[in-house]
C-alpha cells in the first residue's frame, strides 16, 4: 500500500511539472510584443531597438509602420534613417488607444534625429507631442526646415502615465512621407 501512494505521488508530481512545461514551450522568446510592420510586405519586422542601418530616400518611397502596444516610458525607432528633397518629414498618425478601456490621456512623442558630418546620430532639438483622450486619433505632423543633405530617424515615444496599473499602451498605424 505504501508503494502504491509513492508511487502516485509520483505520478502527480509528473503531471505537474509537465503541465508546467507546456506553457513555456509555447511562450514566445521575445521580451514584449512591440513591433514595427511593413504595410508593403505584411511580415512582421523586429522591433527597431538600435540606430537604423538602412537607408530610404523618402523622395521616392514612403515609409509606412504599425505601432503595437507600446507602453509607457518605451519608445521604438523607425527600422530606416531618411533623407528628404523637400526639407520636410511629414507624419500621418492613426492612433488607438490599447491596454485598458479607459478614457485617460495618452501622449505620443516623436523625436527627430539627424546625422552629424562625423556620421554620429544626434537629437535634432525637434519634436512634435500628439495627445488624446478618447478611443484614438488622426492626425499629421510635420518636421520642416530640415537639410535635404542629411540624414533623419524618428523615435516614437510613449509619455503617458506610469502610475502603477494604468497601463497606457499606444497602438496605431505610421506614414512618413516628405
Do not use: H
Not at 87 to 108: A, M, Q
Amino acid at each position: 500500500m505504501k508503494k502504491m501512494n509513492n508511487l502516485f505521488a509520483l505520478l502527480l508530481a509528473l503531471c505537474l511539472s509537465f503541465s508546467l512545461a507546456i506553457p513555456c514551450l509555447a511562450a514566445s522568446a521575445e521580451g514584449n510584443n512591440i513591433s514595427i510592420t511593413e504595410a508593403a510586405s505584411q511580415s512582421v519586422e523586429p522591433i527597431a531597438a538600435s540606430v537604423p542601418t538602412e537607408y530610404r530616400n523618402l523622395s521616392s518611397q514612403s515609409y509606412s509602420a504599425e505601432l503595437v502596444d507600446l507602453a509607457a516610458t518605451k519608445s521604438s525607432l523607425t527600422l530606416y534613417y531618411f533623407t528628404t528633397g523637400t526639407g520636410e518629414i511629414n507624419l500621418s498618425l492613426d492612433l488607438l488607444r490599447s491596454g485598458t478601456t479607459e478614457k485617460t490621456k495618452r501622449v505620443l512623442k516623436v523625436y527627430l534625429y539627424e546625422r552629424t558630418s562625423t556620421g554620429t546620430w544626434k537629437d535634432s532639438g525637434k519634436s512634435v507631442s500628439v495627445t488624446f483622450y478618447g478611443t484614438g486619433l488622426s492626425t499629421t505632423k510635420s518636421f520642416t526646415s530640415l537639410d535635404a543633405n542629411k540624414f533623419y530617424y524618428l523615435k516614437f515615444k510613449n509619455e503617458s502615465s506610469t502610475k502603477s496599473g494604468d497601463r497606457m499602451d499606444i497602438s496605431g498605424d505610421i506614414l512618413v512621407t516628405e
